[in-house]
């Protein structure tokens, strides 16, 4: 149980294009989300948390117009990067918390690298 | 934000060894976490302890937790090939409660066993 799934694994595109990457919760109802932002050998730094049904709450330095969230249903949260450029190049992880879970143990998708050209 | 630290930040051991990684965090903590990561992988929940715990074991993992010194370590046994990874701590503030609690992780220790 408590699996997360991220789509796309990776994804390649042109500077100034968008992309939309998925979290979903496949077998709990995830009333919280979380994005990270992970650079090659480096920790995880959390952007922003999502809440169903919400605005998401953006972490201080995270362009919110820039990476937009959101999170319409209980297995859903997408973070779309906008008109992204070079430097947005990272790896995205989201993870979910299944509200019925004590004690914050968040689950992991495996992880989004995105490469901007 | 807060931001732990973990040493060392690299480990190499034989198979066998035992590895140890200690980790320090800043400010009150309501518990403290421990995640595995594969290279290029998400990652994988191991160990919880709460504040008013002072040590947890699971299968070969050994977690100890000083509050006074805001610092824990984990503690691999008998380590296999398989445990080559990155291992990160997280903290969750005191006074935070529900859905929304948020991780603030460690710089990470990676761990490499060797046969």
């Known amino acids: 149980g408590a699996v997360v799934s991220q789509h796309p694994s990776w994804v390649i595109c042109k500077s100034g294009t968008s992309v939309k990457i998925e979290c979903r919760s496949l077998?709990?109802?995830?009333?919280?989300m979380f994005w990270y932002r992970q650079f090659p050998k480096q920790s995880l730094m959390l952007m922003a948390t999502s809440n169903e049904g919400s605005k998401a709450t953006y972490e201080q330095g995270v362009e919110k117009d820039k990476f937009l969230i959101n999170h319409a249903s209980l297995t859903l949260s997408t973070l779309t990067v906008t008109s992204a450029h070079p430097e947005d190049s990272s790896f995205y992880i989201c993870s979910a918390r299944d509200w019925q879970v004590p004690y914050n143990e968040q689950f992991f998708g495996p992880g989004t690298r995105l490469t901007v050209l | 934000s807060q931001q732990g630290e973990e040493d060392p930040q690299a480990l190499s051991i034989q198979e066998g060894e035992n590895a140890t990684m200690n980790c320090s965090y800043k400010t009150s903590i309501n518990n403290l976490q421990w995640y595995r990561q594969n290279s290029g992988r998400g990652l994988v929940h191991l160990i919880l302890i709460r504040s008013n715990e002072r040590e947890k074991h699971s299968g070969r993992l050994r977690v100890t937790l000083d509050t006074s010194k805001k610092s824990s370590s984990l503690l691999i046994t008998a380590s296999r090939a398989a445990d080559t990874a990155s291992y990160f701590c997280a903290t969750v503030k005191t006074g935070v409660t529900g859905g929304g609690n948020k991780l603030t992780f460690g710089t990470g220790t990676q761990l490499k066993v060797e046969l």
């Open positions: 077998d709990f109802q995830a009333t919280t």
